[in-house]
């Protein structure tokens, strides 16, 4: 593929997330400079920081920015002060919940990976995990999260429903997706109970015949949080609605040993949004200890979707690269900890010189505060 131009809304957001997204753009940038393809930026306030500067979390301006790009890169949204007070009426993730429907992003796709090198950082049991690879599909616009609530006098609802064609559209994705990687699609709903997951099941077993080298098999929820622990190796792509996956896809990443490593897409017909599947987390905000791993892994699922697979792969082997030398943040070597700029300048370096650096390791051997 040849020279691209892509506009890309950056929503830094709050907590680490201004810090994550700094290293992520760095790595962009060095893409940029070793395949000539040119990123242009607009960065927009979303989350806390957008209440604090416009009362609403999810700004016009941000909005009609995120209409206008090609893709969205999104740091983290949330802040105590907002978790802290039930009686909020306006919080960070009702920007995030009306982005997502605003631009259709129905299928939030979340990779699961076991790294050998980092196989001791999770509290799964090694030989549980190791060689572990799944893709999670969450539906993303529908069920209880979107659904009717309210309440009453001496209770409270939240309705939870599903159309059909927002169950096949995504099936759809998640089948294809099986076909590139080990033809098995695990489908997991509450069927015995719920009658939207009936429903699920129903789509599925429809679809199922349009891709006849995916096997398909079916979990209720509470069975896929077990075997999620018990034998992670069994699963390739699971696809699930939106509750059940938010609770899954956060279960699943403990097999990879840090909540900063994972990526995110959320994607729709037009738009598309990357972001690491952590929080804001405002304890480590300015003490340079945030993984920017996760958001690093976003952009180069970003790539994937702009069919830049080459660069995507690039950004992927500077991230094994990095783990395989150990440099990582505090959570995951908390003997010779680097900074968040510095596993980011590190993978960064990498992607420009299309491989190792012999001087940037040199610099890391010495110890030095920043890497130059």
Not at 294 to 305: G, N, R
Request: glycine share 8%.
């Amino acid at each position: 593929m040849g020279v691209l131009t892509k506009r890309i809304a950056v929503l830094p957001g709050d907590g680490i997330g201004p810090e994550v997204c700094a290293e992520a753009l760095k790595v962009l940038e060095a893409v940029s400079e070793r395949f000539g393809h040119q990123f242009e930026l607009d960065v927009q306030l979303m989350g806390a920081c957008a209440i604090d500067a416009t009362g609403d979390p999810l700004p016009e301006s941000t909005l009609q920015a995120c209409f206008e790009a090609d893709a969205i890169l999104l740091g983290a949204i949330g802040d105590p002060k907002y978790d802290n007070n039930p009686a909020a009426k306006v919080r960070p993730e009702q920007g995030l919940l009306r982005l997502r429907k605003s631009l259709g992003l129905f299928a939030n796709i979340r990779p699961v990976t076991a790294y050998d090198v980092l196989i001791e950082h999770s509290p799964l049991k090694a030989d549980r995990i190791q060689g572990a690879d799944m893709l999670i599909y969450r539906e993303l616009t529908g069920g209880i999260y979107f659904g009717e609530k309210g309440r009453t006098a001496d209770g409270a609802y939240d309705h939870c429903t599903y159309s059909r064609e927002e169950i096949v559209r995504i099936a759809h994705l998640a089948f294809q997706s099986a076909t590139t990687r080990r033809n098995k699609l695990t489908l997991v709903d509450k069927a015995n109970v719920l009658e939207t997951s009936r429903l699920w099941r129903e789509v599925v077993q429809q679809i199922a015949p349009e891709y006849p080298s995916v096997a398909v098999d079916y979990l209720f929820v509470d069975n896929a949080a077990m075997q999620m622990i018990l034998n992670p190796k069994q699963f390739d792509v699971i696809l699930t609605e939106n509750m059940f996956g938010d609770i899954i896809s956060d279960e699943a990443s403990v097999i990879a040993g840090s909540l900063g490593l994972l990526p995110s897409a959320s994607v729709g017909e037009t738009a598309a949004l990357f972001e690491p599947i952590h929080g804001s987390f405002p304890q480590g905000k300015g003490l340079g200890i945030a993984n920017p791993i996760a958001t690093i892994l976003s952009v180069a699922m970003m790539l994937e979707h702009f069919g830049l697979q080459e660069e995507a792969n690039l950004v992927k082997d500077g991230v094994d690269y990095a783990l395989r030398r150990n440099v990582l943040t505090p959570e995951l070597n908390k003997e010779h900890p680097y900074t968040t700029e510095q596993v980011g300048c590190f993978i960064a370096d990498y992607v420009q010189e299309g491989g190792e650096c012999f001087r940037h390791l040199k610099n890391l051997e010495l110890g030095l505060s920043t890497i130059i």
